[in-house]
């Protein structure tokens, strides 16, 4: 369980191949204890989330559809809509647009609050829930230019808060980013920059980065306007954000390649290594110093680039090209 836990944190920091194979590896042990449903439901929703960003539309309809028998009766049927709102989500994803947008638009479901003890589960059922509806109507409405969709989004979100009263962090988090794809989309960029400024300042000291790419193009571009006017620490966290979204240009900033001071050749070595995920312990070894030598020179990386994490830091190297 707490495999899956820490992949979906490395998935929100946009860190999508370790997070894979944790995810992949908490499913393979919870599969085994299949009379714990909750459970196993929680990793393929994970799984399956992380097979839609690699863009395997049929890895993560097999997870899915594969549990299905699981809550098709019995006590756990009231598991199902946590289900089918995966699988909603898997049919946009697919090209099945009809299908998605005929669910989210459906009558709401209730919470699973008999699972309220377990409480990563019953965060999983808000998520999937509350937001997915949101999320299909978002992206079906932006590209497609449909309003009414948009609109019908907006309302979700209000209810999303208010069903999930008091709204936890990373629930207010991500309907304001939606409540901003949705007002990038309608044409009111003053409300989605309000949306989206409070949402970075919210996410950046967490380097929480996924939510915004989920949030597609109006999301991207409404960002790309913050990033112009932002002081030096949002402007890091803003070009990690950019960074991410599929197809995003490389940028290169002007004047010593865009540091505050350039690195030194050992600095070089660490964010090389970095890059290549290894740990603190691994990167000593290889370059044989203490992790506490190592601990001092992540530090100057991370002054010198402007960032607060190693995702963050690996994002910000590859945009400036230096690990080319």
């Given amino acids: 369980m707490l495999s899956v836990l820490v992949a979906d944190l490395l998935a929100d920091g946009d860190d999508p191949a370790d ?7 908490g499913y393979g042990t919870l599969g085994r204890y299949r009379e714990r449903p909750p459970l196993v439901l929680l990793a393929s929703l994970g799984l399956a989330r992380l097979h839609l960003y690699a863009g395997d539309v049929a890895a993560a309809d097999a997870v899915l559809t594969d549990f299905r028998p699981v ?4 006590p756990y049927a009231r598991l199902a809509p946590m289900l089918e709102a ?9 090209g099945d647009a009809t299908a998605a947008v005929a669910w989210a638009l459906g009558p709401p479901t ?8 377990q409480t990563h589960v019953f965060a999983a059922g808000v998520a999937t829930l509350l937001l997915a509806p949101a999320q299909i109507l978002v992206a079906h409405g932006s590209a497609t230019g449909d309003r009414h969709l948009l609109s019908r989004a907006g309302e979700l979100l209000d209810s999303a808060e208010a069903r999930a009263r008091p709204a936890p962090g990373w629930l207010h988090l991500r309907v304001s980013i939606l409540r901003g794809a949705v007002a990038a989309a309608l ?6 920059r309000g949306e989206l400024a409070g949402a970075v300042a919210a996410a950046g000291p967490e380097c929480v980065v996924r939510p915004f790419v989920d949030g597609g193009p109006p999301v991207q571009a409404v960002l790309a306007e913050l990033r112009r006017a932002a002081p030096h620490d949002t402007a890091a966290f803003l070009d990690t954000v950019l960074h991410s979204f ?5 940028v290169r900033p002007a004047g010593r390649q865009g540091l505050v001071e350039p690195l030194t050749t050992r600095e070089r070595e660490v964010l090389r290594l970095l890059a290549d995920g290894r740990s603190n312990a691994g990167m000593a ?23 607060h994490s190693r995702t963050q830091a690996v994002a910000r190297a590859r945009a400036l090209r230096l690990l080319d």
Avoid: C, N, W
């Fill in 187 to 192: 044409g009111d960029r003053a409300a989605a």
């Fill in 19 to 25: 997070a894979l194979a944790l995810m992949t590896a």
């Fill in 285 to 307: 070894r290889l370059l044989s110093v203490e992790q506490s030598t190592v601990k001092t020179h992540l530090i100057h990386v991370y002054e010198k680039l402007g960032v």
């Fill in 110 to 117: 209730p919470l699973p609050t008999v699972f309220r003890l």
């Fill in 71 to 74: 809550v098709a009766h019995g």
């Fill in 246 to 250: 599929p197809g995003a240009p490389v």
């Fill in 86 to 94: 995966g699988l909603a989500q898997v049919r946009l994803a697919g």
